[in-house]
């Protein structure tokens, strides 16, 4: 294989590299809370707590709670609300889908029906940074992934044109 041609490739590789990075750093992602169960009365406590704990939850992406029967979505302010099953406080919604956004921070979500929240109809979602919109304070030296990404791999790219070209 020529010279050029494996350069050609290179910089295809680099590209594809380069464009994944940037997609997963931005996409935002749509969570169906609870999976194919919903959002309901769950089978066991642990329910929600093992569906969130398999997932990432990124600042920008939307938590969709869907349910069938009689339920509703009221977001707590504090853990001890949530623990407790308090109902006293939050924003209550309560047509399916409710669709949030994630934003910083951990948020808390019960039922308000009866005894759903005791039963286990509660969830606190934690998110992390992302890319996008970084929760670091304006002014620090923090940069988006992108923004630091991109100027690497296409240095990588030069620095590779000239070792193949000119050595
Ligand atoms: C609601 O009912 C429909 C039709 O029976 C079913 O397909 C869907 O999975 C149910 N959704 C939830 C969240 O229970
Ligand atoms: C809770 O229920 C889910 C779904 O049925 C099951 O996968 C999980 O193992 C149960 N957890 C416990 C602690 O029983
Ligand atoms: C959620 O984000 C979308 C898109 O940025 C926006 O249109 C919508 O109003 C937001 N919803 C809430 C409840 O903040």
Not at 103 to 119: L, P, R
Not at 150 to 157: E, K, M, N, R, V
């Amino acid at each position: 294989m020529g010279r050029q041609r494996l350069f050609i490739m290179y910089c295809l590789v680099l590209i594809v590299v380069a464009l994944n990075i940037i997609e997963a750093a931005t996409a935002a992602t749509i969570f169906e809370v609870g999976g194919s169960l919903g959002w309901t009365v769950p089978p066991n406590t642990s329910y929600y707590a093992t569906w969130a704990s398999s997932k990432t939850f990124a600042v920008g992406d939307t938590l969709e709670f869907k349910w069938n029967s009689t339920h509703n979505v009221l977001e707590v302010t504090t853990k001890a609300e949530y623990d407790g099953c308090t109902k006293s406080n939050g924003v209550l919604k309560e047509t399916s889908p409710t669709v949030i956004n994630v934003t910083a921070g951990t948020h808390y979500f019960i039922c308000s029906i009866g005894t759903h929240c005791v039963n286990g109809q509660k969830l606190a979602v934690t998110s992390v940074g992302s890319a996008n919109t970084p929760t670091t304070p304006p002014g620090s030296s923090a940069l988006p992934t992108s923004s630091v990404v991109l100027p690497a791999i296409l240095s990588t790219t030069a620095i590779s044109f000239l070792v193949i070209f000119v050595i």
